[in-house]
């Protein structure tokens, strides 16, 4: 703890400093801070519903699921816990559609041997008014790390990590043989049933997604593996057109590669902050926050958060950007993790 704490002050210094030496950037961001996140961890994925921000997941040590949910309420910045998941796992992939929550894929930890990534074709439908869960039909293919987005009524989750077709292997590890992912599946509410449609170009995961103009965007995450000592990451972004199930050309690239980012999309801009790189010279994690403009195919940099994180829950809710929680240290060696419970607001609507 009192290591955490002076990391925190450390950031929080580096930060004011920098606001001093650009007053510009901090009058345009309208940064904020709200109320702290409960039960700081990494691995969280958060998305709006009736006006109210949700946060599910987290992971523990020795790759342990925490199952976590939680709803906040910005009318009176206020956390309130709900009952945890029915099956709980991380990496998930979240979606929202006329008010239920939609939770997909992600990993667990096996229930003998190593610990590892298990990955899960699970999903599950919760129901924020009632606080209740009800299971759906399986995904066509397990994976965890997927990123899922509403289109049409439906619910696509594209990308992802699993195993090699064929392969004798059960579970991920960094030194295990297992590849990424760029399956693309839909599923329909009306029916309860999935549909499997064109790959995605580059296979990755960990990115970070959005839909404007009735085009989907799957932007950055990492290549080749799902865990970040044996990935690359990438700063593609490809685009696929619903209607006619097909992906289009290469767009302007990500000006920060990263991946285990939070995103959100307002106003037809697709917003990407936090996240985290690894080289053999370093380790990191990101301030960086990003809007990517599809009608002119641009990136433009905005002023970064206090703290660096990733693993963090984000979504946007009536124009402001919640980054909560996450992990301030690209961790993996034993005492690197800095679980962090700082919840920072960016107001996207400020002039």
Request: charged share 20%.
């Amino acid at each position: 703890m009192l290591r955490k704490n002076l990391y925190l002050q450390f950031v929080a210094g580096m930060a004011a400093l920098f606001m001093l030496l650009a007053p510009g950037w901090a009058s345009a961001q309208k940064l904020s801070r709200a109320a702290p996140f409960p039960e700081a961890s990494e691995e969280l994925y958060g998305i709006g519903a009736g006006g109210k921000l949700y946060v599910f997941g987290g992971l523990g040590a020795g790759w342990t699921p925490k199952g976590l949910v939680y709803e906040y309420d910005p009318a009176n910045d206020s956390w309130t816990k709900k009952k945890n998941m029915p099956q709980a796992a991380h990496h998930l992939g979240l979606a929202e559609l006329n008010g239920k929550i939609y939770v997909i894929g992600g990993f667990v930890k096996p229930a003998k041997g190593p610990t590892a990534w298990e990955p899960i074709d699970n999903a599950w439908e919760y129901d924020p008014a009632a606080d209740t869960w009800k299971a759906l039909a399986p995904l066509p293919k397990k994976r965890g790390a997927p990123a899922a987005v509403v289109h049409g009524g439906k619910i696509y989750a594209i990308g992802g990590a699993g195993l090699h077709p064929g392969s004798k292997e059960t579970v991920l590890h960094p030194a295990r043989p297992h590849r990424a992912l760029g399956t693309n599946e839909v599923y329909d509410p009306a029916s309860n049933a999935w549909k499997t449609l064109q790959d995605m170009p580059t296979a990755r995961n960990h990115g970070a997604i959005g839909v404007v103009n009735n085009k989907i965007y799957y932007i950055g995450g990492r290549v080749g593996n799902a865990f970040i000592t044996r990935a690359s990451n990438t700063d593609i972004v490809e685009v696929y057109d619903p209607a006619a199930d097909q992906w289009g050309p290469l767009l302007a690239p990500m000006i920060t590669p990263r991946s285990a980012v939070a995103w959100g999309t307002h106003n037809n801009r697709i917003y990407v902050a936090g996240g985290e790189q690894r080289t053999s010279q370093f380790q990191r994690t990101f301030r960086a926050v990003e809007a990517y403009d599809p009608a002119s195919n641009r990136w433009t940099a905005l002023p970064p958060m206090e703290f660096p994180r990733h693993g963090l829950a984000g979504a946007i809710i009536n124009g402001k950007f919640h980054l909560v929680s996450g992990d301030a240290a690209s961790g993996g060696a034993p005492g690197t993790h800095i679980d962090s419970d700082v919840h920072e607001v960016i107001d996207l609507d400020a002039k």
